[in-house]
């Protein structure tokens, strides 16, 4: 039996699907099951997913559409390994991504957090972890508004760059599926719930070989929505979700909500494009999520720092400050 289960949702990803496949075929670390749930895309990606069929570790599903938390979940029911991963098929792995996992799992932890790299046109830029434990949920709000730590930095909101046991996803299946609607596998709330739910994550220092493709990426089309994207992220606040995972995640959602937007903000920091910077800096939804968090939370000098410089609507100097503390790491 395979130890890993990869899940790769797909969804008209004929572009990048051939890579993404081929760098999971390569691994080193050669006992898992790449689970390919195709989520009714109208390209090629079946004929491209069904060339990988002859090699037994390959598993592909079509189903009908139904969005990226449906294709996860389809994905973690499908999982009969002991861990399981998740890659984006417009991203690529290395061919040591699984093994760098499999050899710092330690049994006492349910999910371990690695760096990675942001992928811009062939550019590769390293995304390094603080070495932190966090298992309560607490904690995990701790880490959001410390002084030297963020949660970005602290174990990343993104899915794809953590290896879990599988049961810590079967335990809280029940509860996704009956919240599929409210994006809960938007990668920031997803986190929330582990920790809600006395999972132990431990992040490392190492970066791991994930490539995100920020040049693929949704974040970085000229045609993406960005009051929608806030909307969607600020409508978790009031939701049944919030109120089954009681009274602290109100806080936590906001705080979320703000670290979404200075992802967001990264990307565009790395691709040079100020005015969509100017954009997101200006949206009223993210102006009031910061407000929230510097109203209901210590927050950190630099924090503070930003929101001077943001509130003053100096955009390029927060631009250049950003660009400094990228290279820095």
Known sequence: MQEISIIVPIYNGEKQLERCLESIKNQTYESFYAILVNDGS?????????????????????????????????????????????VDCDD???????NNFIRNFEE????????????????KI???????????????????????LSLDKSIFIARWNKMYKTSILIDNLNFIMDNRDTSLFEDSLFVGILLKN??????????????????NSSMTRSNFDIESYFIK?????????IKKIDTPSHYIIN?????????????????????????ILNDEIYIKARKYLSNNFHISIKNKIDNFIINRKKHKLYFFIHKIRAKRG
Do not use: W
Not at 92 to 98: K, Q
Not at 126 to 145: A, G, Q, S, V
Not at 261 to 272: A, E, H, L, M, Q
């Open 126 to 148: 390293p995304y390094c972890l603080e070495p932190k434990t966090i298992d309560n949920f607490e904690l995990l709000n701790r880490y959001i508004i410390s002084e030297n």
């Open 233 to 241: 992220q600020n409508k978790l606040i009031n939701s049944t979700v």
């Open 42 to 86: 109208t390209d090629n990606s079946e004929k491209i997913c069904k060339k990988y069929l002859m090699d037994s570790r390959f598993k592909y599903y079509y189903k009908n559409n139904g969005g990226l938390v449906d294709s996860l979940i389809f994905g973690i029911k499908h999982s009969t390994t002991k861990y399981t991963c998740f």
């Open 92 to 98: 690529f792995i290395g061919e040591d991504y699984l």
């Open 255 to 279: 705080a979320i909500l703000y670290s979404l937007g200075n992802i967001y903000i990264s990307s565009f920091v790395n691709s040079s494009d100020i005015e969509s910077l100017s954009k």
């Open 198 to 215: 006395n999972a132990r994550i431990k992040s490392l220092k190492i970066i791991n070989s994930y490539f995100y493709d920020i040049s």
């Open 108 to 123: 006492n932890i349910d999910v371990l957090a690695c760096g990675f790299y942001y992928y811009n046109n062939g550019e």
